[in-house]
């Protein structure tokens, strides 16, 4: 098959960068086998399931009342009788009831086991009591009706959560119903995340003109918190070979994922290449046919770690944790595939550059369900703000120019 | 205006309860004015700001070069010149350096201050250099490329993030650029979940044919550490009147937000509406025009406490959660309006009774962008398993028994 003139051109100029495609790829083939831990449940909120939560028994556990009201024998009922004597009370919470008497009934609370001898509940709203006898006012009564019956949701043994799930509130409470006081989760990879560049200063000093204060590591830090509940450590070194060198190596031994930004790049203090290729570390990639973060450098110390080397501009580095990182994290926790997200262009979109381009775009909701993108470009990948009016990126092709209103893409959300 | 038949009808039947939009305001009338406490910008993570976050100094704070490359004088390239001797390097972190002949270049990095006496940047890609001289091998050279001028992004004092927003990894990057170690923050309200039915038992524990464990209160726990970062306290009380009021008196002494969950509806045992009257507790309503979540009751002490007194069947107590107690926590922490979801019913969906439906769901994206919304109808309020396959819940509305596939409605999403 001929290549197209577009592809074609593509090859040409910029061969030695990888798609998109290509770098997911290859970063997922990188992944680490999940490995388990056992947390409190206490602690378990936003951790990935590392088994299967089971049903302990059947859900519910036995034929459960869900109206307050009586319970009675549906064969009185058809037979044509209306008033009930009660014979006592059936609570939540305490031990099966039997009727005495099947002309009889038995005051049930939700919640409560449905009492022997009894097959169907009425509720209060289509009674009246007195004197200890309840007087059915309604026609439409049916058999086992008001009854949450024994097994119908799950039966004993049935897998109720598959392992691989994230864990959330609902989560949470079917993990307290089948007594998981403890349960096992994915363990979190010992994390490091590293800045470079001696433009950056501490949060706390005020910058000198030539400097800003150093932001990426504390977004990095942040998505991971927010997405996996990683707890990584932060680091900085100014952009000297030895520094780095020095301090990389300390890092290997103790890290299993390595996030450095900056200092990837053709400039002459981009020293992070080098390094990582002196002190071992397998390049996988360098540079990506995208925009932004077209610099990016991903590699291995296989079996030991991995690095992701992002580019230190704080657009580029956060759309490569977003697009790349994320994926890779939670692949390699051992969560189940995500469900793509896509998003609808509000406005045309023109990109001529032959890379992949990221488009930052604010969502909303259509009244017809459909989620809109409007997009956000920014002044490039040094415009920081910009990032706190989006909400995700748009992935729009590279063999394209131009993106109409009303078209859907690939959308890479990271505000909820 | 003559009411419609069906409204007439639900008027007629069901006028001791409010409808969802009632409640809704009710709720939304009663919340706290939110107050402001600082904290690390560690700990700041998913509060609301509670100050906006204002620009300390242009962004970017100077003519920044955003490619590795040399600087020069654009107008020595548009006489001709193609040959720039190296006169130095400005890099990264590096204070200003001026070129000394306009017919000259110095290097510059990414990130660097673009140098005195430059107004353009030519990229390593299209330069060779050799022997202290660059030499420009394209002939597309813009005035001013190359370069991130200084406040086209913000200018000084500009809000770049508004008070209200909740904080994610894009507003620590801002936050931290800005030089926030410390951020105000929303405090958060000091709240108490309690659980009350003689049919609990503890996660530890095994329970008896006719018991179950505790549930709500850790989903709801969960949801409000998820939403808010709120540390909720755990309490729980046997089905006795004097012990839940004795109980709720020390509470409310100490906590702002209350949630109770079962015991509200018209069981023998269903002491808490009495209980809450006893006590004080002002009525604002009870029994919403709803399924699940009917018995829903809420109410407060003025000033002091609001008290939502939820269903304690799990899918209503967690549906009452998602569709008032997080809005009206959003609010009272001055979280900026949130955007309403919406989510398009993949199939038909019948639903007679006069009472707003809320429909558990799952979601998928349409490769057009759509928000498809997958009915899991369940087996009732009781169907906690049925909450941890859904997604979120679709409102469909009242007026209605019959709701097609492709139609829209109001999503409640309680997953991401």
Chains 1, 2 share one sequence.
């Not at 990935?48 to 034929?63: H, K, N, T, W």
């Not at 099947?102 to 009674?127: F, I, K």
């Not at 990879?189 to 001696?198: H, K, N, Q, V, Y």
């Not at 000297?240 to 002459?268: Q, R």
Request: overall charge negative; charged content about 20%; hydrophobic content about 45%.
């Amino acid at each position: 098959m001929p290549l197209e003139p577009a592809i074609f051109a593509f090859i040409g100029k910029t061969a030695f960068m990888i798609t998109v495609a290509e770098a997911e790829k290859i970063i997922l083939e990188n992944t680490f086998s999940p490995a388990a831990e056992e947390v409190m449940l206490s602690d378990a909120l936003g951790r990935i399931l590392a088994e299967s939560l089971v049903a302990d028994r059947d859900f519910p556990p036995f034929d459960r009342v869900t109206m307050d009201g009586i319970a009675i024998c549906h064969e009185q009922f058809s037979s044509g009788r209306r008033q009930f004597f009660i014979e006592g009370v059936q609570a939540a919470g305490a031990p099966r009831l039997s009727l005495k008497n099947v002309e009889n009934c038995l005051e049930v609370m939700t919640g409560a086991m449905l009492p022997g001898g009894t097959d169907t509940v009425v509720r209060y709203e289509d009674l009246q009591i007195e004197n200890g006898v309840a007087a059915v006012l309604t026609e439409i009564v049916f058999l086992r009706q008001n009854i949450h019956h024994q097994g119908i949701d799950r039966k004993i043994k049935d897998i109720i959560v598959e392992k691989g799930r994230k864990i959330g509130p609902a989560e949470i409470a079917v993990a307290a119903t089948v007594g998981k006081a403890k349960i096992q989760v994915s363990r979190l990879p010992r994390t490091a995340i590293i800045s470079t560049g001696d433009e950056l200063v501490a949060v706390e000093q005020t910058p000198l003109l030539h400097q800003i204060r150093a932001s990426n590591v504390f977004a990095l830090q942040a998505l991971l918190k927010n997405e996996f509940q990683i707890i990584s450590q932060i680091f900085h070194f100014s952009d000297s070979k030895e520094l780095i060198t020095k301090g990389l190596d300390e890092i290997f031994e103790a890290f299993e994922v390595v996030i450095l930004s900056g200092a990837v790049s053709e400039g002459k203090f981009d020293f992070v290449p080098q390094v990582l290729d002196a002190l071992g570390v397998e390049k996988c990639f360098h540079k990506v046919a995208q925009r932004p973060g077209k610099p990016f450098w991903f590699g291995r110390i296989p079996g030991k770690t991995v690095v992701f080397a992002l580019p230190g501009n704080p657009v580029s580095a956060f759309l490569c944790a977003c697009r790349y990182l994320s994926p890779f994290l939670s692949k390699s926790l051992g969560e189940r595939a995500r469900r793509l997200e896509v998003g609808v262009l509000t406005e045309q979109v023109s990109f001529k550059p032959e890379l992949i381009y990221f488009l930052p775009v604010r969502l909303n909701w259509s009244g017809g369900g459909v989620v809109r993108a409007q997009p956000l470009p920014g002044h490039g990948s040094g415009d920081l703000a910009n990032l706190s009016d989006a909400d995700g990126f748009l992935e729009l092709p590279l063999e394209r120019d131009v993106f109409q209103a009303g078209e859907a893409f690939p959308l890479y959300r990271y505000r909820c």
